[in-house]
């Protein structure tokens, strides 16, 4: 850069023959300078490589860790319906059914397998092949079919968690006993599964059906993915109708005066409030002050709401900014007044801008964990929520729960919440995607 | 059950209303829509106004106070032994008043007084949904009825709908404040609680951070210490090593992407940037916990050091990592609003590209690349969920970014989570932390936003 100056000055000293430009120095120069503009570049592509192998680490890890989530190992069993251990053969009554002995017949049917095991705690290793929950799922398939009652069923029911973790190769069978979640008795029982084919990796429904569970192969994610939606709703009926209100009024029809001004300063500074700090407003305005209840959809979509509104506000008014005066100036010019020329011409033609900066806020509310720590939405909460006023979690909340259980077998499932919550993130983000295009206009 | 027969005829009184003031109006010129002033729609929704609004709002009102209230009344009625308590039993009697309301056995023998209490609150209650049912559906009655005879053909019925919107138009922008008033109020309401038990001196100066308080006087070990610079020194080291990751990479990239790529490597490029920001940062805490929390840990072991399994090393760069996206976009901006006469010039010096970035370029972009950081600051301060899981629970006073360290918002996380009673300052310590976090964040925005907006008015 400062070459120019110095050659006037040195070019009269420099020796006769040979010009500046062709002096080693110069070349030294400038191949330092070529150096230094490679070094610049490189850094460059480094950075943004530093940022692809992360992005790239991360989703791998959690794809890899959790994709085996999806299955799920299940044994089938050949287990007689006894009437002394359920009900009378032709009761109906789903509660008389439900109140069966139902682990037993597990029991026996699994002994009726293996005569040579008598040990009783041989024995007990071996009914621990069998998840805790496969009575409940024998006792669904009798109390949907009590017909059953008397039969012989052959059923698929759901493996312990270790049992799972070793047909899909996490536990190493050559490790000593004592170093092995699964015991010599349980090898044996599932090697003799494996060869009868009554053990088998199968799509796993149980995570998309049930709720939450201390048994790994039991839980589900669907209380915590009802949870989310019932939480947006309430967060998208709140934020939606103020948030494009607020900017129609900012954008279109506020004066400019110390009022307005301190209404702008607020939006900025709400958007970049730590996402915490909304939960210790839910915590002591809507918990404490007014009494709602804890863990509830409709205060975790309250606290949500505060939280996307700012962000909702600013894509609302930049689309409306978008449309071109000429619009207004058009309806005013037919008669129209300021209200109608702004609700029956602007905002209809600002409505995808506004469409794809709600549906990010939404996306970007349905990651949203720490407001819900506040709030009491971590509890372990077994039940379907079915409406804005019962107990529930949420999907990233679940995660955070899951993420904290020592069982290898929550790893992976955690990772396959984090899967299905990033799908459903892909899905609203590629939705807006698609919406920008779409109606994506050019003035 | 009363409520919901008040919302149903509510509705149906606003849509009758609609259709009444409508028709009225047609019928007011005679069919001659001209004659009105507004178009007849319009006395449709001044009279549906009139109905709808004075009675949802004392819908909404009964609605918000209706268990507060009622509650009150039925603990006016114990007799003075029962209410005379502190807080906590009074809490109690709240809750068996509330169960034995909704007919959920308590579990033990209750007081006769307190059953008939949960009686007397049913039926306030229903009294009063009564109420509030006879008088909603007569005032959306009346209002209908007085609207509908103000009908005229002169009547300015799109003048006084417009004017309502309005008034709802500034409401919804006054959430805003409503939401910043609130934040502080509630913030600083509990702080002084928690201020009146704990000098302020003590808890931004003290050393030493145990907040579990002894529940019986003989308990050892647990006294209760606020002393919050530990939690300070520790987020700020995660914040530091965050940004050592993301400032750097950040800004190389944005001055990679806005100088040097190509459209169709920019198309890849922006996408990748955009998925890191959009990841959930539950999902980077799990990340920190799982995978990159042992990796550190192995990696300092196999060069011989001792690395916590929570080590702030671990919480830091993956908090970096996800502040890249922040970083690169803001100073994408500022960058692209350096005007091209300057690249120019400097260009028609001689200078190279890279030359003309760092001699140029980023000297001019340099107050909004500084108010850039200040945010990613701000940003990696308040960052809950990566601390929550991958830092330490300890307050530990180091340096060593090896060692477990604590946050401000993963010791407010795991103060408040659970069931927690207001009055020990264990609970209360959350939100004098979360006071002093609003008042940094708030500070490094409201700096950095007036930056920035300077840095605008220089080039615009």
Known sequence: MTDLVETGTRSVGSSASKSYYQGDAFAARLRQRYAAERNFKIAGYASIGIAAVMLVVLLSTIIGQGYTAFWQTRIQIEATIDPAEVAPVGTTDRTKISQGNFNKLLRDALAAQFPDITDRSDRRKMYDVLSSGAAYELADAVMENPALIGQKVKLWVTASDDVDQLMKGYIERDAREENRKVNDIQLRVVDKLTADKNIALQFNDTLFTRGDSREPEMAGLWGSIKGSFLTLLVTMFLAVPIGVSAAIYLEEFAPKNKLTDFIEVNINNLAAVPSIVYGLLGLAVFLNFFGMPRSAPLVGGVVLALMTLPIIIIASRAALKAVPPSIRDAALGVGASPLQAVLHHRLPLAMPGILTGTILGMAHALGETAPLLMIGMVAFIVDIPGGFTDSATLLPVQIYMWADSPERAFTERTSAAILVLLGFLVMMNGLAVFLRKKFERRW | ?460
């Open chain 2, 1 to 460: 059950m009363q409520l919901t027969v008040l919302l149903i005829v509510l509705i149906a009184l606003t849509v009758a209303g609609y259709h009444l003031g409508r028709s009225r109006a047609v019928r007011a010129v005679g069919g001659r829509i001209v004659q009105l002033h507004s178009v007849p729609a319009y006395h449709g929704l001044y009279v549906a106004l009139w109905a709808g609004l004075p009675a949802f709002a004392l819908f909404a009102l009964w609605s918000m106070t209706e268990n507060w209230l009622v509650l009150q009344m039925a603990l006016a009625s114990l007799p003075e032994r029962l209410s005379g308590g502190d807080i906590s039993t009074l809490g109690l009697l709240k809750a068996d008043i509330l169960n034995i309301a909704q007919g959920v056995n308590p579990g033990r023998d209750s007081d006769p007084a307190v059953v008939a209490a949960a009686q007397h609150y049913n039926d306030l209650r229903s009294l009063g949904d009564w109420m509030v049912l006879a008088i909603g559906a007569s005032l959306a009655v009346a209002g209908l009825v007085y609207a509908r005879n103000r009908i005229t053909s002169a009547l300015r019925a799109r003048n006084r709908v417009e004017q309502v919107v309005n008034w709802a138009l500034i409401a919804c922008a006054m959430v805003a404040i409503l939401t910043t008033f609130g934040i502080v109020f509630s913030l600083v309401f509990e702080a002084m609680q928690f201020f009146a038990k704990i000098s302020p001196i003590d808890f931004l100066f003290g050393l030493h951070w145990s907040p579990q308080t002894a529940m019986r006087a003989d308990q050892v070990g647990s006294s209760g210490s606020f002393g919050a610079v530990p939690l300070f020194a520790g987020t700020l080291l995660i914040t530091f090593i965050a940004m050592l990751v993301a400032v750097p990479v950040g800004l190389m990239a944005a001055v990679f992407m806005s100088e040097y790529a190509d459209p169709k490597l920019r198309n890849w490029v922006k996408p990748i940037l955009e998925i890191l920001a959009g990841i959930p940062t539950v999902v980077y805490g799990f990340f920190a916990a799982l995978t990159m929390a042992p990796f550190v840990r192995g990696l300092g072991e196999s060069i011989g050091l001792s690395v916590s399994s929570e080590s702030a090393l671990a919480a830091g760069l993956v908090m970096g990592v996800m502040i890249i996206p922040f970083v690169s976009s803001l100073s994408d901006d500022v960058i692209n609003a350096v005007p091209q006469s300057l690249r120019d010039g400097s260009y028609g010096l001689g200078a190279t590209k890279s030359e003309t970035i760092r001699q140029v370029v980023l000297p001019a972009a340099l107050p909004g690349i500084v108010a850039a950081v200040m945010l990613a600051v701000s940003r990696a301060i308040g960052e809950t969920m990566i601390v929550t899981m991958a830092a330490g629970l300890a307050g530990n006073l180091t340096a060593n970014p090896l060692e477990a360290v604590t946050t401000v918002t993963t010791q407010i996380a795991t103060l408040l989570v659970g069931d927690q009673e207001f009055d020990s300052p264990k609970t209360l310590s959350a939100f004098g932390l979360g006071l002093v976090l609003f008042v940094v964040t708030l500070a490094l925005n409201m700096i950095a936003l007036r930056v920035v907006q300077k840095y605008r008015e220089k080039y615009d």
